[in-house]
């Protein structure tokens, strides 16, 4: 199946600071990335769509301003978490649609954020 | 907007047990898949079931679109089965390849 290469698995930072998270289709073309929030034992919560060469699409009540989304290029998404704080430590996920059969969507393997 | 509610929320099992896991949408849908996500926290992809039946090995699913609901059936569990199970849907009025996930599984199957 199709391989979805997120990176870092694992960030722990200083609140203020800005942290950036890369999602990756290593062996097809996405025009179109999801990034995911997952707080522990809760669902995953679309927070926006990814669009390559165009802006980012925003889920209501998840701030632009903070979570910069920047798809430059057919196989990279990245998220940049601004300003963290303790509140945005969460298991962030990002997904690409492949056309390959019946299977649409494939996911990294997400990133753990802890804001000290 | 569409609405995926999953039941039972928690499941505990024995080693060699059968179970019936449910996901039900409120809206109709493009596409519907069921993903297990291991204690690391990756999302594998078991099916992608937008109508009909399917089976893999010991799992195997069951969508009935025009009721809106989704089975997916573990037969024989192993301790590998540990995880919790989602079902995702794609609102079929957007047509945006956007899962929304529903609430959740968490299945724990001990020896």
């Known amino acids: 199946g199709a391989v979805v290469s997120q990176h870092p698995s694992r960030v722990i930072c200083k609140s203020g600071t800005s942290v950036k998270i890369e999602c990756r289709s290593l062996?097809?073309?996405?025009?179109?990335m999801f990034w995911y929030r997952q707080f522990p034992k809760q669902s995953l919560m679309l927070m926006a769509t990814s669009n390559e060469g165009s802006k980012a699409t925003y889920e209501q009540g998840v701030e632009k301003d903070k979570f910069l989304i920047n798809h430059a290029s057919l196989t990279l998404s990245t998220l940049t978490v601004t300003s963290a704080h303790p509140e945005d430590s969460s298991f962030y996920i990002c997904?690409?649609?492949?056309?390959?059969?019946?299977?649409?969507?494939?996911f990294g393997s997400g990133t753990q954020l802890s804001v000290l | 907007g569409i609405q995926v509610e999953q039941s039972p929320p928690d499941l505990i099992l024995q080693e060699g047990a059968n179970s019936t896991l449910r996901c039900n949408f409120s809206d109709s849908v493009n596409n519907l898949q069921w993903f297990h996500q291991n204690p690391w926290g990756q999302l594998i992809n078991l099916f992608y079931?937008?109508?009909g039946t399917k089976q893999n090995g010991r799992l195997s699913a069951t969508t009935v679109a025009t009721e809106r609901y989704s089975l997916l059936y573990i037969s024989s569990s192993q301790t590998t089965d540990s995880g919790v199970y989602f079902c995702?849907?794609?609102?079929?009025?957007?047509?945006?390849?956007?899962?929304?996930f529903g609430t959740g599984t968490r299945l724990q199957v001990f020896p």
């Open positions: 062996d097809f073309q996405a025009t179109t």
């Open positions: 995702a849907v794609e609102d079929i009025s957007y047509n945006t390849d956007k899962l929304i």
């Open positions: 997904s690409a649609a492949a056309r390959t059969g019946g299977e649409k969507l494939f």
């Open positions: 079931i937008p109508s």
